[in-house]
């Protein structure tokens, strides 16, 4: 009798002890809602804190270049994408300070300060990304060098490519601006020199592509170019690419430290994006020396 007694209270261990353990590769009482989890992944492992990020998506090459090479590999790594479209910047920079969208790739540093100095913002530039240069097109000439007296030329009337469009005109050897002045604030009267006499027609950027018959010469910045499929190899000069010019990341200031922030900049540095633009940069994009 003991000698059965012992036999079963041996087996009733041994049965709690089995319950408590799950076969090699199986998952222990997985909720419903881990399992959705998971399956939204794939088989990524998921990052901590947020997972599913909002960017503002406008036309143009940035949101293309990062939905393309900077999509698939923070996927990888768990995260989920939900694009919010825009007509314009303003809209998409608007969003993103009211908290609607967690960041954009549309922009560069000195379009951020006018957009915070304007709508008391807080948005803040956190990774160089590639950047498509502004350039000098014309649809009547084929040279720099068939400028004449009394040209006129289109310029972005919005204060950041204002400003980059006299720098080039500068670069072109057709105008020279003050000694003194901030080259991310020039404007027309910072000109101390038009020894060709130049008009200048300030409008905006969307509306120089259609009007290019209009002018001798036009300064195009990069996203309008792409937008307007004009080849960017027929630009007569384009700019130097000053460092306030370099599109970037931009987040709100309270989000610039968070793991997500951080992971997407680390995608626009990582060895994979590098490899990516060596197959498919064209021509077409400047690439900081952060990301090379």
Partial sequence: MKKSLTILSLLAVLSVAFTGCAAPGENTAASPSS????GSVSSAAVPSGKT??????SQG???VLFEDAIKPILEKEGYRLQAVEFSDLLQNDTALNNGEIDFNVEQHTAYAENFNKAYKG?????SPIPTVPAGIFSSKHKSLNEIKKGAVIAVPNDASNTSRAYVLLQKAGWITLKKSVDLSKVKQSDIAENKYGLSFVEMDS??????LSDFD?????GSIVYNAKIDPSTALLQEDILDHLILQVVVKAGNKDAKWAKDTVAAYHSDEFKSYLKKNN???????KELQ
Avoid at 217 to 221: L, Q
């Fill in 217 to 221: 010469y036009a300064i195009i910045t």
């Fill in 35 to 38: 399992s959705a989890q998971a």
């Fill in 122 to 126: 807080d948005l803040t530039p956190i």
């Fill in 52 to 57: 599913v990020l909002k960017y503002g998506k």
């Fill in 282 to 288: 064209k021509g077409l994009w400047f690439v900081p």
């Fill in 206 to 211: 969307l509306n120089i592509p259609r009007s």
């Fill in 61 to 63: 090459p940035y949101t």
